[in-house]
């Protein structure tokens, strides 16, 4: 049974056990969208250039399991992945266990909170690069009650191990702010804000180091503070807390992990073949009939996506679509894409026009050589996926 952790469970708050395995993706994006009026969390998920990282063929095992876990991945396979459905069976089965890891109550609130997040996998497409890709929708119900029931639960797990004493400062003030049923995590318009307490000296030494690794041109280090300045993402620290902002307060975002340039063309086949790469026709269903009905788990996140499309998925989705067959209302949605674009072209130029942006906007090609053949046959992503 996993263990859980108040590491862990500040995980499940934040909605994402542990998974390690030989699945990869290069790029990512994630879309945040607070609808108010179903009071509900919205995150569309884009995972870009799926891979194998060892070429053993694990990576197929380890997709077919991650699909049935509605395991929801951050930044990378790990340590940020997590698989719901694991971890509501080893909360149920602690039940039945003689020494519980967690007590009753915070085990029901647990339970409780994975109860309100519903994770919807898409399906597959193949990007402009020819990369199997997928996407998912993370939708987390009654987001304010279940936010207040976040805190609660998180304070509740801090308690629960302050047996132990601890000569850290950190650590000290958490069990401080758990005491005072501290609040760390806000919703504010379309933003979330988490808020954990830190040392201002930890805070400053922080910077510190961060300041000395770019100096010293760690490329990694510059990767990744490029990757966060380009994000809708905001820390600061204040009377003790370090806050981090991820997600514009007024509007709907994105962020974006840019492309790491790892992906190996080995498991576009095997994603083909088995699963197939259709949501792109779904998307481009529901663009056309935004009400359509649904009678899969996959139509149902396709109809949630078609209206939240970036510009570049949009466009991509449309052209390919053309290419299928002839659409007049698909045709007008493309021109109304860019009027100045439109103008003077005819559908068949209006078509290639795009068809060579998206090209000109595809990532490089693979490190490796010999590339997979992997048909391009679904949509990409929402709003800012790519």
């Known amino acids: 049974m996993a263990r859980f952790s108040s590491f862990a469970l500040c995980a499940l708050l934040f909605v994402l056990a542990a998974m390690a395995g030989c699945l990869e993706f290069d790029e990512q994006t994630v879309y945040v969208e607070h609808d108010e009026a179903g009071d509900r969390l919205l995150l569309i998920i884009d995972y870009q250039g799926l891979y194998e990282t060892n070429g053993h063929g694990s990576a197929q095992e380890d997709l077919e399991e991650i699909l049935k876990a509605k395991t929801v991945a951050l930044w990378s396979s790990w340590p940020f992945a997590f698989a719901l459905e694991d971890m509501r069976v080893s909360l149920e089965e602690m039940a039945a266990t003689e020494d519980p890891e967690l ?37 987390i119900e009654k987001v304010n009650d279940t936010l207040s029931l976040a805190n609660r639960t998180l304070n509740a797990a801090i308690r629960e191990e302050t047996a132990r004493e601890s000569e850290n400062q950190f650590e000290q003030m958490c069990r401080a702010a758990a005491a005072a049923d501290h609040t760390w995590l806000v919703l504010k318009g379309h933003a979330l804000i988490a808020e954990v307490p830190l040392p201002e000296s930890e805070f400053e030494e922080a910077r510190a180091g961060l300041r000395d690794e770019l100096r010293q041109d760690n490329e990694v280090v510059q990767r990744v503070v490029g990757a966060l300045l380009s994000q809708p993402v905001l820390f600061w620290h204040e009377d003790s807390m370090l806050r981090v902002k991820v997600g514009l307060q007024a509007q709907p975002s994105q962020l974006a992990m840019p492309c790491k340039g790892d992906y190996k063309p080995n498991l576009g086949e095997h994603i083909t073949k088995t699963y197939g790469l259709h949501l792109d026709d779904m998307l481009a269903r529901y663009l056309l009939d935004p009400e359509a009905p649904t009678e899969t788990e996959q139509e149902t996140a396709a109809r949630m996506m078609a209206p939240r499309l970036s510009q570049r998925a949009l466009i991509r989705v449309l052209t390919r679509a053309l290419r299928k067959g002839p659409s007049e209302a698909l045709s007008e949605k493309l021109r109304a894409i860019d009027g100045a674009a439109s103008e003077g072209k005819t559908d068949e130029e209006l078509l290639a026009f795009w068809e060579q942006w998206l090209r000109e906007q595809a990532p490089a090609p693979s490190k490796e050589t010999g590339a997979e053949p992997v048909e391009p046959a679904s949509g990409d992503g929402v709003k800012g996926t790519e």
């Open 103 to 139: 007590s009753e109550p915070l085990r029901l609130d647990c339970l409780k909170l994975l109860d309100r997040v519903r994770v919807l996998n898409a399906g597959f497409y193949a990007d402009t690069a020819a990369r199997p890709c997928a996407s998912q929708v993370v939708i």
